[in-house]
Nanobody, 114 residues
């Protein structure tokens, strides 16, 4: 069983920045494929950014150039640096860890509003 816990959400003004963190348990963290997803009210959950165990990165077109995903295997942590935030980035952000099985965190709310 892998436990996934997100943190770092909050309220931010348009144009501002936030950094989300996700800690996943287990001694094999470096082998996990990690990803950030988000779900806005009334919409389906969508991929924001993914980072595989071998360092391959991919981003949704809507966040390319504004968001950066990274990981620190020594801390079992993956980060999502979000810059130039827009109101349409408002959503619950979820972290996903994959190691044969998919594990999800409980989500953290990000609200972009003036």
């Amino acid at each position: 069983q892998v436990h996934v816990v997100e943190s770092g959400g909050g309220l931010v003004q348009p144009g501002g920045s936030l950094r989300l963190s996700c800690v996943a348990s287990g001694s094999a963290f470096r082998t996990y494929n990690m990803g950030w997803y988000r779900q806005a009210p009334g919409k389906q959950r969508e991929l924001v950014a993914g980072l595989t165990s071998d360092g391959t990165v991919n981003y949704a077109d809507s966040v390319q150039g504004r968001f950066t995903i990274s990981r620190d295997n020594s801390k079992n942590t993956v980060y999502l640096q979000m810059n130039s935030l827009k109101p349409e980035d408002t959503a619950v952000y979820y972290c996903r860890a994959v190691r044969m099985i998919v594990y999800w965190g409980q989500g953290t709310q990000v609200t972009v509003s003036s």
